[in-house]
């Protein structure tokens, strides 16, 4: 490594250091913000993560192998800094009114989420265990911070805590398994650990047992069954801004953690891996589905329908072993959360509008009669779980119809069909939700912040808009991921 | 020369009693020094697998490396987390943080 | 390989049998005329008041959690200093950028008091 190499791995993962550095200089000029004027620190924090989006969007098609090997700019890592990206600047948009309302008005929020999404970045591009470990804890410890933001309430600083205790456990059980990986091939690099598998340098009982662990520290941060207990609390305890964007982000950039590292490296134990990720898929939504029936709470239920979605977003890994249907899988996943980013937004920003202080009107008893009251955000409400239940022509069709038909050309048909019952199971709470706004009577309170209502509705007409042209969106999708 | 199976036992003992305290125990401490526990087993793992496996290669030791810090930085999260709890309910038991249902 | 651990094995033989031995004649052969003064943790020092297990201000883990914050960070610059010849230029600029970002982090908790008595 000399000067010019650097220079020109830095230009690769310029994104990246433009977030890195605005949320450093960032951290320092909020000093200077009065409390009455965070709003300044929230549009500085949009405006920092807007350059990045824009640098990003303008060289999309950029692929490049930087670092010593260690960081890979592909078609995969663009499309996922755009999601991670757009979720950061959405995320700003919830939190702006919210934060006010609910008197948490701190600066290093702004920060934090900054550093989180920094984090994300590091993990779309990263090809190298050790970065992957790097960026799981860049993203994560921000996150146990942002949960607990809301102290001295006391849900908030359970939910940090439980949040905490989970993830850091996680991460050890990651690392172990990063540790017997390295033993099995000498090596932490991607590339380098298929080289050694191919080979036949690589002692594969250790490897296997490295991979099981790498795949259940990183099944407990995107939440799947059996790994998934910390969800519903955490995400109820925590502001519901930073769950709306901790479900979002954290869920993709630890997909794409998985995705990076069993496409690359393993796909050689296949053999041994396929079957565990087909139980962890089924078990993972039905439980979810199933249990999310009994929620009254509207955070539970929207975390239990995350545990779900995990499923439905592991579905497409389950044949990702064959040569010829992998790059349909990355794409179909990739698609998946993006869909998945859209609607849980729509949700979640209808749940703030909704949320009073004291953690009130968060019950689903609280959204009866929401239609008369505010039309607008029943609507949204209405699009958002209609794409969760997979109704087309929305975006979440798509999503469950592009992983659907990857499991099949896998021939995986018995999956797919736990899949569609459990899509068909989802519908009644789903439903349940429309039906307290529509056919029932309350005297619902709502918010008009316009941030809020901009982000709400801009991304339901997304939902129906991008579900009919999503033929571009699959084929951005399917750019490949640069081996 | 010490056979490498030797660290490797020692790490994998080491990271189950750090496994032991984080599922058994209940207080968050006790819970935390696990997960400590749970890393410096890592530690181990990576330094033992540098010198036997690939001595050429410093990756191992830099990852070590790069385990410490991040640790440092998770227990200064958690010292802070605990006690801004511990000073509204005299307690880090995690039996007794039980506003939500687990 | 285990003949040469023979020296250490016999070396930690004989230091905790050492040990053992001067506290075993220590026991049988001196004096004991135990007085409360004597039982005192500080026998010279400062008369103790109240339990050991008192409140501490919350100060005192603010300054901990920083200090293992900063103090940490120590590790990446031992083996930068091991190899900072052969690293030249390049390596000092790395540094710096390292250390610049350890000061914002610095100067943040300055500025927000962290570092005041009171």
């Not at chain 1, 920092?48 to 670092?67: N, P, Q």
């Not at chain 1, 979640?348 to 505010?374: M, N, P, T």
């Not at chain 2, 020369?1 to 020692?10: C, G, K, Q, R, T």
Request: net charge neutral; glycine share 8%; charged share 10%.
């Amino acid at each position: 490594m000399n000067l010019s190499n650097a220079s020109a791995s830095l230009n690769a993962i310029l994104p990246l250091v433009v977030v890195i550095l605005w949320a450093c200089a960032l951290l320092l000029v909020d000093l200077f913000i009065t409390k009455e004027r965070k709003g300044l620190t929230a549009l500085l924090a949009a405006i920092g993560m807007l350059a990045s989006l824009i640098i990003t969007l303008a060289r999309l098609d950029l692929e490049a192998v930087v670092f010593n090997g260690m960081v890979t700019v592909d078609g995969f890592s663009n499309f996922l800094t755009v999601l991670f990206l757009g979720s950061g600047i959405v995320a700003v948009a919830l939190s702006y009114d919210y934060l006010k309302r609910m008197g948490l008005e701190k600066g290093e929020y702004y920060v934090l989420l900054l550093f989180t999404v920094s984090g994300m970045m590091l993990m779309a591009v990263a090809s190298d265990l050790i970065v992957v470990f790097l960026a799981l804890e860049l993203l994560s410890i921000p996150l146990y911070v942002l949960a607990g933001i809301a102290t001295p309430r006391l849900d908030s600083e359970e939910s940090s805590l439980k949040y905490f205790l989970l993830g850091s456990f996680s991460t050890g059980i990651v690392v172990y398994g990063i540790a017997l990986v390295f033993g099995a091939t000498g090596t932490t690099s991607l590339a380098g650990i298929v080289d050694a598998i191919t080979a036949g340098s690589a002692g594969m009982g250790l490897l296997v047992a490295g991979a099981a662990m790498l795949l259940i520290g990183l099944g407990f941060k995107v939440a799947l069954v059996p790994f998934h207990m910390w969800t519903p609390d955490v995400y109820q305890g925590a502001p519901s801004s930073v769950t709306a964007f901790m479900a979002i982000g954290a869920k993709a950039a630890g997909f794409a953690a998985i995705l990076r590292i069993f496409i690359q490296a393993f796909p050689a134990l296949s053999v041994d891996l396929t079957p565990v990720l087909w139980v962890l898929a089924a078990l993972t939504m039905i439980l979810g589905n199933v249990v999310a029936i009994a929620q009254r709470n509207i955070k539970r239920l929207l975390a239990y329908s995350s545990i779900a979605n995990a499923g439905y977003i592991l579905l497409a890994l389950v044949p990702y072993g064959q040569s010829d249907v992998a790059a349909d899988s990355v794409a179909s996943a990739l698609f998946y959360l993006l869909a998945y980013a859209f609607t849980s937004f729509t949700a979640w920003s209808v749940v703030i509008a909704l949320e009073q202080v004291e953690g009130k009107g968060l019950e689903l008893e609280d959204y009866a009669g929401l239609s008369r009251r505010y039309p607008i955000l029943a609507l949204t409400m209405t699009v958002a779980m209609l794409s969760f239940t997979g109704v087309p022509p929305t975006l979440g069709f798509l999503g469950k119809f592009y992983v659907f038909r990857t499991l099949l050309e896998g021939g995986f048909p018995g999956l797919a069909v736990i899949g569609v019952v459990t899509s068909l199971i989802s519908a009644y709470y789903y439903l349940r939700v429309v039906v307290y706004m529509y056919m029932r009577e309350g005297e619902p309170q709502a918010i008009r912040d316009p941030w809020l209502y901009i982000a709400a509705t801009a991304s339901a007409i997304c939902l129906v808009v991008l579900g009919i042209f999503s033929q571009p969106l699959f084929a951005w999708a399917s750019q490949a991921m640069l081996h | 020369m010490i056979p490498l199976s030797w660290y490797l036992i020692f790490a994998a003992a080491l990271f189950s009693i750090g496994l032991f305290a984080v599922l058994a125990r209940r207080n968050a401490i006790v819970i935390l020094m696990g997960i400590e526990l749970m890393l410096n087993a890592v530690n181990i793992n990576l330094v033992a697998f540098w010198r036997y496996v690939n001595p050429e290669l410093i990756a191992g030791q830099v990852f070590a490396v790069m385990v410490f810090a991040v640790a440092a930085a998770e227990v200064a999260v958690a010292l802070a987390i605990f006690i801004s709890i511990y000073r509204r309910r005299r307690s880090v038991s995690a039996d007794e943080i039980d506003l939500m249902k687990w | 390989m285990p003949q040469e651990y023979i020296p250490i094995a016999v070396l930690i033989i004989l230091a905790t049998g050492l040990a053992f031995l001067v506290v075993a004649i220590g026991h049988l052969f001196g004096p004991r005329r135990p007085t409360q003064r004597k039982g005192q943790p500080y026998e010279s020092g400062m008369r103790p008041f109240g339990p050991g297990t008192r409140r501490m201000p919350v100060h005192f883990y603010l300054v901990a959690v920083l200090f293992i914050l900063f103090d940490i960070e120590v590790v990446f610059f031992l083996p930068w200093a091991i190899v900072f010849r052969q690293l030249g230029l390049f390596g000092l600029i790395e540094m710096i950028i390292f250390i610049v970002i350890l000061l914002v982090g610095y100067i943040y908790a300055w500025k927000k008091g962290a570092f005041e008595w009171e």
